[in-house]
């Protein structure tokens, strides 16, 4: 069954603004409750421009978990020459190698990709 509803506009516009401000609320909601049962970090804005400026994100991350290449490469049991050469750009390592790396930065193998 189709049943209309006519309101003045300006009332629209405000269920309609009350609508997206609510639904902002919710997500903002959402985010601090994933922060506080730690399934969700935020990450400093410096290093988010670094990676959007084109920075290795390999490193990005890794120097924001205030790792050097050989914690990481102990960690992860991955060579540090592959880790220093991934971050150079001049290799992008097998998936198994970046699966590793993710796992010991904390991260996903899409954050690092």
């Keep these: ?18 609508a997206e401000d609510l639904a902002d609320i919710a997500a903002y909601d959402r985010v601090k409750a ?19 400026g084109g ?17 990481l490469s102990a960690a992860a049991g991955v ?5 220093a050469d991934i971050e150079a750009g001049r290799k992008s390592g097998s998936i198994d190698t970046v699966r590793k790396l993710a796992a010991a930065l904390r ?3 899409d954050d690092l990709v």
């Design 1 to 18: 069954m189709n049943e209309m509803v006519t309101i003045p506009r300006e009332e629209y516009e405000r269920l309609r603004e009350a």
């Design 55 to 71: 920075e290795s994100p390999l490193r990005v991350y890794r120097e924001f978990r205030g790792m050097t290449q050989s914690a």
């Design 79 to 83: 060579n540090r020459v592959q880790i």
């Design 34 to 52: 994933d922060l506080a049962a730690g399934r969700e970090e935020l990450i400093p804005s410096e290093f988010v421009d670094r990676m959007l």
């Design 107 to 109: 991260v996903t193998i």
